[in-house]
């Protein structure tokens, strides 16, 4: 990683509550995943508009359209929303609204609310959408073959193995277990970032490190900005499924919590229940 490669993460916290849609239980929905960026993303398109690329963020507690999308189809304004990341930065100022007439293909996906705000224009994607779009049905990320699954939620259906909980305290956001130098962690599961795994920069001290952190530049986030550093792991660490020998890691200064991204993701097969707030999760291969 070069000083000019940065974090861009769209995972964030909405301040203001968004209303998830239940999608209704229907036969196995199949998605293909474009992988051309560092984030996967599907083809969706609204109404009789020409379809574009949004990002598929397990870090997105909501969904997000681009705000001048979202007054070019004149979408209604249902009232302010803030929207900042765990970081704590100043929240940026957007609306809510909904969106209906949306598809993925030839599948209609259900309404669903959505806040409207400004996105980078390098992302060049049109807008975010979170796996609790489809709460109440079983939802699988299987990058062996670049595939959404989303199937109705029955016992026959429910993957094989323990799932995992989300995070604690009802947050709607789903977690993977971390094993590094005799501590277990819970890590933000997050396909919004590109990169493997990172953890704050104030565990440095705690973790057995061959070499000190060097900075390489700063990660990005909805609301600030905040300086990042990489550095080598001496040992093995699990991350779910996978276990990893001497790893390069990235460290971010205030960040709250461990974190993974599609660096490590892409190697998995990982289900989702929005409704239980549960995961499970299996290596590729």
Known sequence: MTPRTILMTIAMAFVSPITLIVAPAEAEQI?????????????????????????????AAGNVVEIERARAWSLANNGEAQI?????????????????????????????????????AHLERAGVLSPNTFRGQLVTLDFARNELRVREKTDANLPEGVAIPYQSGGHPLPGIDVHVAGQDFVAH?????????????????????????????????????????RAQLRGQVRVGPLTLTDPEIGLIEGLPFLNVGMGLLNQMTITLDPAERRIWARANG
């Open 84 to 120: 900042g990341s765990p970081i704590g930065g100043t929240p940026l100022q957007g609306f809510r609204t909904a969106i209906s007439g949306a598809r993925i293909g030839d599948a209609q996906l259900p309404e669903f609310n959505a806040v409207a705000m400004p996105l980078p």
């Open 31 to 59: 998605y293909h995943f474009d992988m051309s960026g560092t984030r996967p993303a599907l083809s969706v398109s609204v109404g009789d508009r020409p379809a574009e690329l949004w990002i598929f963020d397990t870090g």
């Open 189 to 229: 599961l997050d396909t919004g970032a590109p990169h493997t795994l990172t953890f704050p920069y104030a565990m440095a001290s705690s973790l057995p490190l061959v070499a000190p952190p060097e900075r390489v530049g700063v990660a990005r986030f909805v609301d600030g900005e905040r300086a990042r550093y």
